[in-house]
């Protein structure tokens, strides 16, 4: 008969597991054991650990048992088979990145090289150029590897590194051409090395963490988004090392986005020094969700907020990136204008003016020519002039302005690049303009004017090697399967020069949209026969290709002869 010894032994040959050793678990499963025939096979478990790590106990049921042991390992265990991080598999890492760095085997309590590193363990690391770095565990030394900012620790090799913040690292962030990216300019740094250095130290010894509280000058080198600013480059200003890290860049600009009211006015403001705020919150504003509301100009000395208001606060159809529930958009737009028109009413000390950038004319809503929207900002921003200043503003030439708006930003070869990149020569992109429209021709010779995003799309969900993005090569593919499907019934198409006329476009002048189908008359007639008239010019290209009995489509669009 076998004993509860032997049903151990065999559990140890099998597993990684052994009866639990605890006094208590011992006497529950030697009581276990005994009953093993007598007691329900789903209610009988069996006190295990592993023998590795003892201190990680585990209940078996008896139904499953074999399975479960043979199976299954202690979470301990399975993360020690997963560890692949020896000293010598993180120093060929480090080589591979540049960085030759070494670990220190016995000051990191290990043996040898090929030792797997303990969770949790400190290493203890050294720089062959600058000596002997802070103990870092395998876990953070593996995320500078995976980092795509940094692959190493040591600050000195790489200023990213660790999170002491030193001169290097401020110039190297402050003048990176990332900025282009995430601030829409790029930088010099005016302040030296050793001033930094200093105003660190100073810092430090005042017991104030330098992140927060280190102050740079900063020179704008060159604006990236509209030329209506780049009469502004040169600009210095001095900003928070951390305001400057989460975005503020030290001068207003409006992107293509915005509307040109916006633009203007951005422009004024660094142009005459009004000292306007940018998407100025208050702590009471906040919409239904808890949110805070954000105005778009805030003159603190003045207590003046303007809100510049598109066709979207008006107008369901009008609601920007929404395709979908536009409804419920719109509603949300009209609830959160309310609300902050409720705000500046129980604030009289505030005055709020809203700025509209559309009109209606005939019961249609349009947008403002740029000439309007000139004036209207420029008589917002010459009042707001006259009230700081008690005199007139500097005269601004218009015309001269309206040129230097309409040009194109300096980012555009670069977009250029990348959208010509997305097509591989299928497309090629021509031209950028202010308003993000990029200028397309194919290798037919169809010129076509699209948003930057309908390249972005084209990019993730077309494959533009087998089917044509064009919208001229749409349209004479639509005219080849028409007449296909006409001369099946005996037809042929008789104005199809006038039909090819609709895709007419140049450089100067490209197609706007897709060709609308069902303003394509065409004209039939019958192979070898008379052309057939149609009534009033009803047999469209879109019906023609809708509709699958063409034959009976004709007819019932002819006149009898």
């Not at 028409?482 to 104005?495: C, P, S, W």
Request: aromatic share 8%; glycine share 4%; proline share 5%.
């Amino acid at each position: 008969m076998p004993t509860l010894a032997d049903f151990d032994a065999l559990i140890t040959a099998l597993s990684n597991w052994q009866l639990s050793p605890t006094p208590s678990h011992q006497r529950f499963n030697a009581l276990v054991f005994k009953q093993r025939f007598l007691s329900p096979l789903p209610q009988s478990k069996f006190i295990l650990c592993c023998k590795r790590h003892p201190d990680k106990v585990k209940q078996i049921p008896h139904a499953s048992f074999l399975t479960q042991i043979t199976s299954n390992s202690c979470r301990q265990c399975g993360a020690d088979a997963l560890r692949k991080y020896t000293p010598a598999y993180l120093e060929r890492a480090f080589k591979k990145a540049g960085y030759p760095l070494k670990i220190d085997v016995l000051k990191s309590n290990l043996t040898s090289r090929q030792d797997f590193i303990p969770n949790g363990a400190l290493l203890t690391l050294s720089c062959p150029k600058h000596g002997a770095l802070p103990q870092k565990t395998a876990y953070a030394l593996q995320k500078f590897l995976v980092k795509y900012k940094t692959s190493t620790p040591c600050s000195a090799c790489d200023p990213h590194s660790g999170t002491t913040l030193n001169a290097l690292r401020v110039r190297q962030y402050s003048e990176s051409q990332d900025r282009f990216n995430t601030h829409g300019a790029l930088y010099d740094l005016v302040d030296s090395n050793e001033t930094i250095e200093a105003n660190i130290a100073a810092l430090i010894a005042a017991k104030q963490p330098p992140y927060f509280h280190l102050s740079i000058t900063l020179r704008v080198r060159m604006v990236a988004e509209a030329p209506l600013f780049t009469d502004h480059q040169d600009h210095e200003f001095t900003l928070l090392y951390h305001q400057f890290c989460n975005g503020k860049r030290g001068f207003m600009a409006a992107g293509h986005t915005c509307s040109w009211t916006a633009k203007f006015i951005a422009f004024l403001n660094i142009e005459w020094k009004l000292g306007l705020e940018a998407e100025k919150t208050f702590k009471g504003l906040k919409s239904e969700k808890g949110y805070l509301l954000s105005i778009d100009f805030y003159q603190p000395t003045l207590q003046r907020a303007y809100e510049v208001d598109g066709k979207q606060h008006i107008s369901e159809h009008s609601q920007i990136r929404v395709k979908k529930d536009r409804k419920a958009k719109f509603a949300e737009q009209v609830r959160r204008d309310e609300v902050v028109d409720e705000y500046f009413r129980v604030h009289p000390k505030m005055t709020l003016l809203r700025l509209p950038t559309y009109r209606i004319r005939n019961k249609t809503i349009e947008a403002l020519r740029v000439k309007l929207q000139f004036d209207n900002a420029l008589a917002v921003c010459q009042a707001i002039y006259v009230a700081l200043y008690q005199q007139s503003p500097p005269n601004i030439n218009k015309a001269s302005l309206m040129r230097t708006s309409r040009q194109p930003s300096p980012v555009s070869d670069k977009k250029l690049a990348r959208i010509n990149a997305i097509y591989g020569g299928v497309l090629k992109a021509h031209r950028v303009s202010i308003s993000d429209q990029v200028t397309l021709s194919c290798q037919h010779g169809h010129y076509m004017q699209a948003t930057s995003s309908k390249c972005t799309y084209d990019a993730r969900h077309r494959d533009v090697t087998s089917s044509t993005p064009c919208w001229g090569c749409q349209f004479l593919e639509m005219i080849a399967s028409a007449k296909a499907r006409l001369l099946q019934q005996g037809f042929y198409i008789t104005n199809e020069a006038d039909m090819l006329s609709h895709i007419d476009s140049s450089l100067d002048a490209p197609l706007a949209a897709r060709v609308k189908l069902s303003n394509v008359i065409v004209k039939v007639a019958q192979i070898n026969g008379e052309p057939m008239p149609t009534k009033r010019d009803s047999l469209t290209l879109k019906k023609v290709l809708d509709f699958n009995h063409t034959m009976g489509l004709i007819r019932a669009y002819s006149k009898n002869t």
